[in-house]
């Protein structure tokens, strides 16, 4: 088979994504180009030989790694092939940083609305692998809405093209079969590998604020995201939730350890307009009734101001990775969820999940994330592998509560492998057998991302 390369130290150089498993696949892959993919997925078809692709290998549910066949590394592909002002569109290929795309765009006055936290590490294949969104989904969605195309190799080796229909009306046939992009959007590399991708644009918000506003404890933090999200007086692009640990860990990023110093929790929210002055002083009577003091909120206004904010949102899941990482060899792992819930009843799911962890007499790990969505991130350090089932026994009592809200088990990060055991918690068998049959008809031998999504019996 052509270009693999099974040297002992490259195939654990990919043995390891943000979930903590470890996998050392048989070898490694780094197609140039998408001819090369084409090439690599015929010849694993015909010897039946698993291929899972994998971008900077950020997944947090071990969708990219494996210890079957073939990891196929998408980071050599990183040309961004056009921007189209006139279509307000991208062409890229899989390997570009969500950031690298982002930086390019400013230029042109354009940007990429989906912002994954890791977008300086995560790829524009992998945020469309597993639909993923970030911050400002609250008010642009996830990744799907914002893809117009998309160029797959299938395990066959055959590639093809897939684009949004143009009309505005159709009654041909079932509606799952009506856009077949959305088949790959979210598929976790199990029907086919993205070698390119048409992207929807818009143009850079004329004034960006953010404000972070630490409030007295969680529960009027929480019913503060819920306020700003029905105010008529603001128009919040995200509102994330920071728990009294990790306004801690952003307090520390920030390098003042006197900021907010009574608070109990924390609130970042962004706001844009199309250059009027943003309604600062809405913003601040929203955070004075539920108990901010004016002293504590820090505005960040302008480019390098909003990223400097998201470094401090970003320095929640880095330390969480760095307090795990002494555990790794011993099989400890960090141990986070990705569930949603209404967002109304957000406040409610995170006193049932920190209940659970009480009654399992285990720690409450850390709360924070996409509140505006009612999709929070529980984080917990396990030390060793009876610390893990530990957990995820606590973590499986509250998906089973989450769903019986309304809510999901996964909002961004996908299934992976980490969270298939939950799948049939949320889809009837029907659901099932549907995405099974999907998979059989692309990929019929099962070659692909192995144990992604429908577990090891896919």
């Not at 049932?352 to 999709?375: E, F, K, Q, S, T």
Request: hydrophobic residues 45%; negative net charge; aromatic residues 6%.
């Amino acid at each position: 088979m052509s270009a693999l390369d099974r040297d002992q130290s490259v195939r654990e150089s990919y043995a390891r994504d943000a979930s903590g498993l470890w996998r050392v696949p048989d070898a490694v892959a780094r197609p140039g180009g998408a001819h090369e993919v084409a090439t690599l997925l015929r010849e694993a078809n015909a010897d039946g030989t698993a291929v899972t692709a994998a971008g900077s290998q950020t997944s947090t549910t071990g969708a990219s790694i494996t210890d079957r066949g073939i990891v196929l590394s998408t980071r050599a592909m990183a040309r961004i092939l056009d921007v189209d002002r006139a279509t307000m569109t991208a062409r890229v290929e899989p390997g570009v940083l969500l950031g690298d795309l982002q930086r390019t765009l400013a230029a042109d006055g354009l940007a990429f609305a989906p912002d994954p936290t890791s977008d300086q590490e995560c790829t524009v294949g992998g945020a469309i692998a597993c639909n993923a969104s970030g911050p400002r989904s609250l008010r642009y969605g996830a990744t799907r809405a914002h893809v117009r195309a998309l160029t797959v190799v299938l395990a066959s080796g055959e590639t093809i093209e897939v684009r949004r229909p143009q009309v505005e009306k159709n009654a041909v046939g079932y509606p799952p079969v009506q856009d077949l992009v959305d088949w790959f959007v979210g598929s976790e590399g199990t029907l086919g590998v993205i070698v390119a991708a048409d992207l929807a644009l818009m143009p850079r918000p004329a004034r960006e604020l953010g404000l972070a506003i630490p409030l007295p404890d969680e529960s009027r933090a929480l019913a503060f995201v819920v306020a700003a999200r029905e105010s008529g007086d603001v128009r919040p692009r995200c509102l994330e939730y920071f728990d009294a640990e990790s306004f801690a860990i952003a307090r520390t990023g920030a390098g003042d350890a006197t900021w907010g110093a009574t608070a109990g929790a924390m609130v970042y929210a962004e706001e844009t307009t199309d250059g009027e002055d943003p309604p600062l002083d809405a913003w601040l009577a929203l955070a004075e009734r539920f108990g901010a003091h004016d002293g504590d909120v820090r505005a960040y206004e302008g480019d390098a101001a909003i990223r400097e904010a998201r470094r401090l949102r970003h320095a929640v899941p880095a330390t969480m990775h760095e307090r795990v990482a002494p555990f790794l060899a011993a099989g400890g792992r960090r141990v986070s969820t990705d569930w949603a819930v209404p967002y109304r009843r957000a406040a409610e799911a995170v006193a049932m999940a920190r209940r659970h962890a009480a009654d399992a007499n285990v720690a409450p790990g850390i709360v924070y994330g996409h509140l505006g969505n009612g999709h929070p991130h529980q984080n917990f350090v396990a030390h060793d592998p009876a610390e893990v089932r530990a957990f995820e026994a606590v973590v499986e009592r509250t998906v089973r509560d989450v769903l019986a809200m309304g809510g999901t088990v996964s909002a961004e990060h996908g299934i992976g492998k980490l969270k298939a055991r939950w799948l049939p918690l949320q889809l009837s068998p029907t659901q099932v057998a549907m995405l099974r049959a999907i998979k059989r008809e692309l990929d019929p031998r099962g070659i692909l991302a192995p144990g992604n999504i429908l577990g090891s019996a896919a």
